[in-house]
T-cell receptor
Framework: KQEVTQIPAALSVPEGENLVLNCSFT??????LQWFRQDPGKGLTSLLL?????REQTSGRLNASLDKSSGRSTLYIAASQPGDSATYLC????????????FGRGTQLTVWP | DTGVSQDPRHKITKRGQNVTFRCDPI?????LYWYRQTLGQGPEFLTY????????KSRLLSDRFSAERPKGSFSTLEIQRTEQGDSAMYLC????????????FGQGTRLTVV
């Protein structure tokens, strides 16, 4: 069974810092990896999708990398802002299931002014 | 708004009552998923449809839970004889067909069983 782990569980930083959130997964047979943002009491917003053949994706201040063979992904947030405060979830779609996403528990990020 | 839509956003019910939630996926998406999320946890898979066919169900989906997608468009998730342990956020997602297609989530339905 696919297991997804996110480290750290929580992170509190001052505004302006560059951040790295980590995600690891146990089964490297994945189709893609997706990073989401979740605000309190809300649904999930897709941030970045990395196909298994890709190494990284960028969107604005966000950059996600994927090392499929080692079962790792990182989400890099540049020049963090208070509006980035949220929970960030990593999810993978495995090769043995028809599109089911396996999620980590998330990293709760607080960026203070 | 062409995103995934869920209704209601919040539901408070007494233990033992039945509840039904609705999800309207993005119109051109033929895959639809239901997930459940409890506080401090990541979403857990419940079930998955491709068009009107329910292709996969989690062991989390007990006999009290049933999901339908009768015409391959909107879906409903019904919970019978609710228990306090059913209190959670119920999330719906949709995607196109194809390996590794991007999933888009709705705002969720927050269920509280009292």
């Amino acid at each position: 069974k696919q297991e997804v782990t996110q480290i750290p569980a929580a992170l509190s930083v001052p505004e302006g810092e560059n951040l790295v959130l980590n995600c690891s997964f146990t089964d490297s047979a994945i189709y893609n990896l997706q990073w989401f943002r979740q605000d309190p009491g809300k649904g999930l917003t897709s941030l970045l999708l990395i196909q298994s053949s890709q190494r990284e994706q960028t969107s604005g201040r966000l950059n996600a990398s994927l090392d499929k063979s080692s079962g790792r992904s990182t989400l890099y947030i540049a020049a963090s802002q208070p509006g980035d405060s949220a929970t960030y979830l990593c999810a993978v779609i495995g090769g043995s299931t028809l599109g089911r996403l396996y999620f980590g528990r998330g990293t709760q990020l607080t960026v203070w002014p | 708004d062409t995103g995934v839509s869920q209704d209601p956003r919040h539901k408070i019910t007494k233990r033992g009552q039945n509840v039904t939630f609705r999800c309207d996926p993005i119109s051109e998406h033929n895959r639809l998923y239901w997930y459940r999320q409890t506080l401090g946890q990541g979403p857990e898979f419940l079930t998955y449809f491709q068009n009107e066919a329910q292709l996969e169900k989690s062991r989390l989906l007990s006999d009290r839970f049933s999901a339908e997608r009768p015409k391959g468009s909107f879906s409903t998730l019904e919970i019978q004889r609710t228990e306090q342990g059913d209190s959670a956020m119920y999330l719906c997602a949709s995607s196109r067909a194809g390996q590794g297609a991007e999933a888009f989530f709705g705002q969720g339905t927050r269920l509280t069983v009292v």
